[in-house]
Nanobody, 114 residues
Framework: QVQLVESGGGLVQPGGSLRLSCAAS????????MRWYRQAPGKQRALVAT??????YIADSVKGRFTGSRDNAKNTMYLQMSSLKPDDTAVYYC?????????WGQGTQVTVSS
């Protein structure tokens, strides 16, 4: 089993930046695929970034503003968000696929507002 804990969310003004972290309870060296999703009020959960041991995929809606990374030594995945817009307001979740199962964190709220 893997427990995931997101952190780093908060209230930020438009144009600002935040870095989200997703800390895993075990080594992520063997976890090939980790992802960031977000869910805005009244909308379905949407994929934001896929970060694998081999590379990173960023959704078109945030490409150029968001970057994903992982630090296997710290068992942590990151989502660096810049040039934030009000439309980026959502609960951000991380997930990990391990042993054929998908594990989720509890989410962290990001609110972009002036």
């Amino acid at each position: 089993q893997v427990q995931l804990v997101e952190s780093g969310g908060g209230l930020v003004q438009p144009g600002g930046s935040l870095r989200l972290s997703c800390a895993a309870s075990k080594s992520i060296v063997s976890i090939y695929t980790m992802r960031w999703y977000r869910q805005a009020p009244g909308k379905q959960r949407a994929l934001v970034a896929t970060i694998t041991s081999g590379g990173t995929y960023i959704a078109d809606s945030v490409k150029g503003r968001f970057t994903g990374s992982r630090d296997n030594a710290k068992n942590t995945m990151y989502l660096q968000m810049s040039s934030l817009k009000p439309d980026d307001t959502a609960v951000y979740y991380c997930s990990a696929i391990d042993g054929g199962r998908t594990y989720w964190g509890q989410g962290t709220q990001v609110t972009v507002s002036s």
